[in-house]
């Protein structure tokens, strides 16, 4: 195994140390890539196998297939490029006799072997068994995704848009499952135009605390929801907390404020304060204690009234962000109040995320960055903003409505910055309203209609869009399937209403918006983009037996899809893969029903792929048409 260079170091030390390595090592040279030197634990671990001569696949008969096409890979691109190839913790299967095959793990690397004039003589394979660090690992990973599961599913999915208030909220988990605890956050609009904004705090860790968290916070929002205010809301806490051994000692911080007036109400109950930043100036300061106690100690529920503005952000976090490694308290306190106004006073940025968002992102990653965190963190921030204004449109009911009303929708809703899926709920369900009116209202009419429509976020944080035209819709023609579109529609949006007379018809949705809301574990992702314009051109790609599809499933890509299918009618099977498609209107749907029909009756195998999350996926799932989730294997 010679380099060439032999006049460097001992070379009976260099072999020793080769032959007492713990990790299995082999030399496989030439063409056929055969054995030419084995150290003491490759010829323990192979046994008879380990013969001069064989093949690095003879040798390794006894792992799977998948570990044997694995090794192929990684010596052909070891001696093609003269690099190694490493592949750490490989999962393979080791068959002994007639047993029941053995789960191991495996760090594997391949290395190039020159010959004294440079070229790739063959591979060094190195191999260490990390079996017993890799189960160590998976066990910790299972037990955190137990905890990570539960939170999930207690902790809110989304924030709510409401009127005059931007919400953002991040909760950090804990490294580890056993420090995984009871932190909580929440946002709910209330009956009179208020805000709720409430941050929790539960004794202990594990799956019981987290399950105290959700009991706390399912008591709050129903209180707050009923109109119950925040002294009665604290009060039916510190009661159930009695109920509840888990939740005793628990902390909670409620902040109700009214962006209309400014009145702030607030209850620290044993809670870190509420910070507030001016987003002009960045100042900032920590609102006073209330005396409150924790929750089932001493029963104390005071409250403290204070003011905002516009233009004010409210920052409530769990003490998690403040008791950090190498740092007190008081140490964090000043840092928080510091990141925070330089987050809430950066000049913004049109389009770019908004002080609520920054000050919620760097609050965590900022302070945990140098210092690490032990506990879980929870940090909920509120923008007091102006109200966005109603749209209004009045325009023709003619061809270039639909993208017109899309257009100006998504500008409007971009400015509330809504989660990607209500885009795509509410963006569809415009669509085929819009469609509905131009197709169908003005039939009969000589001249091109009218269509108005009206969108405003309520106080309860439904947006309501109002659809109105002053024609007469044309019955349905003879063996047209008509009234998909609005079915499609209810299932959709949380509400519609439809209401027609012979002046007109006036159609009316309501949908309630949210923001997304963001669990880290670790590390720290920054907001989802926006989902691509509903009307980009469609386009179609061809491979083997896959139709790729993107953009809008208009008319004209509908005829494109059928050409593109009539040529492959006596194919065994097609894969339509609608991942990029973003727009899939009930003239879409309804075609592909029947496409799914008539593939069926003439035996071919049409599968739908949509990914989850996709426009395609959200559709298809409302409208029951079979489609698969991950890529089809042919």
Known sequence: MSSGRQDSGDLSGALDAYEAAPAIMLALEGEEMVLASANEAARAAFGDRCEYGRSAREIASDVDSRTRELMDEMVGTAVATGRSVTTPAHRMEVWEDDQEPVEVFWDLTVSPWFAEDGSVRGVLAHGVDVTEQARSLRVAADALHDVMAMQDALLPEWLPVLPGVEIAGRYLLAHRATEAGGDWYDAVGLPDGGVALVVGDVPGHGIASSAAMGQLRAVAEERLTSGAGLESTMRALDSFAHLVPEASAATVCVVVVHPATGRLEYCTAGHPPPLVVRTDDGRARFLPHTGASPLATTGVMTMSVDHVECGDVVVLYTDGLLARPGRSPAMSTVELGQV??????????????????????????????????????????????????????????????????????????????????????????????????????????????????????????????????????????????????????????????????????????????????????????????????????????????????????????LAALLQALDERADADRVVLDLRDVTRLPSSAVQVLHRLCRDADDRGQDLVLFAPPGTTAQHVLELVRLPYELTAPVG
């Open 340 to 557: 925070a106004s330089d987050a809430a006073s950066t000049p913004r940025v049109p389009g770019g995320r908004g002080p609520a968002d920054r000050v919620c992102e760097q609050a965590l990653e900022a302070m945990t960055r140098a210092t690490g965190y032990g506990d879980d963190v929870a940090v909920l921030v509120a923008e007091i903003i102006e109200s966005p204004p109603p749209l209004h449109l009045d325009l023709p009911a003619d061809d270039d409505a639909v993208p017109l009303v899309l257009d100006k929708l998504a500008t409007w809703l971009e400015t509330m910055r809504v989660r990607d899926l209500d885009h795509i709920v509410v963006q569809h369900a415009v669509d085929e309203l819009v469609t509905n009116v131009v197709e169908h209202a003005y039939a009969w009419a000589t001249d091109t209609g009218r269509l108005t429509v009206d969108a405003g976020l309520l106080d309860s944080g439904d947006l309501e869009v109002r659809f109105a035209d002053s024609g007469r819709w044309a019955p349905p023609r003879v063996g047209r399937d008509r009234g998909r579109g609005l079915t499609m529609v209810r299932q959709m949006i949380d509400r519609l209403v439809l209401q027609g007379a012979d002046d007109g018809t006036v159609v009316t949705i309501r949908h309630r918006l949210s923001r997304p809301a963001h669990m880290l574990t670790g590390a720290l992702t920054s907001a989802g983009t926006r989902a691509a314009s509903s009307e980009e051109p469609f386009r179609i790609s061809e491979d083997e037996e896959c139709l790729q599809l993107a953009g809008s499933m208009d008319r004209r890509g």
